[in-house]
């Protein structure tokens, strides 16, 4: 089994900061990306950021130089620093994890999601 535990959202005003965090846990093997996406209401769900271990990082123009992803590998969780947060970042965000649980194949877990809401 696996889970992902997300931790982090809330209630913030524009051009506040929140760090958002999920760490994965259970018979892990190996990590192959981790990453959040975000669901807006009445839109889909939407890529934010993502990170290949031992590649790539790519963000969505969105968020690029305000949102930061990074991941401690030892704790097997990723993070998400979001400053200068905007209304239109409100959202619920999922985090998700590309991995590899003993004896299969590399699969994608998601988090159950956490609010970030950006009002005055």
């Known amino acids: 089994q696996v889970q992902l535990v997300e931790s982090g959202g809330g209630l913030v005003q524009p051009g506040g900061s929140l760090r958002l965090s999920c760490a994965a846990s259970?018979?892990?093997?190996?990590?192959?990306?981790m990453g959040w996406y975000r669901q807006a209401p009445g839109k889909q769900r939407e890529l934010v950021a993502q990170?290949?271990?031992?590649?790539?990082?790519n963000y969505a123009d969105s968020v690029k130089g305000r949102f930061t992803i990074s991941i401690d590998n030892a704790k097997k969780t990723v993070y998400l620093q979001m400053n200068t947060l905007k209304p239109e970042d409100t959202a619920v965000f999922y985090c998700?994890?590309?991995?590899?649980?003993?004896?299969?194949?590399?699969?994608?877990?998601w988090g159950q999601g956490t609010q970030v809401t950006v009002s005055s």
């Open positions: 259970g018979s892990i093997v190996s990590i192959s990306r």
């Open positions: 998700y994890v590309r991995l590899r649980r003993d004896g299969y194949g590399y699969s994608d877990y």
């Open positions: 990170m290949i271990i031992g590649g790539t990082t």
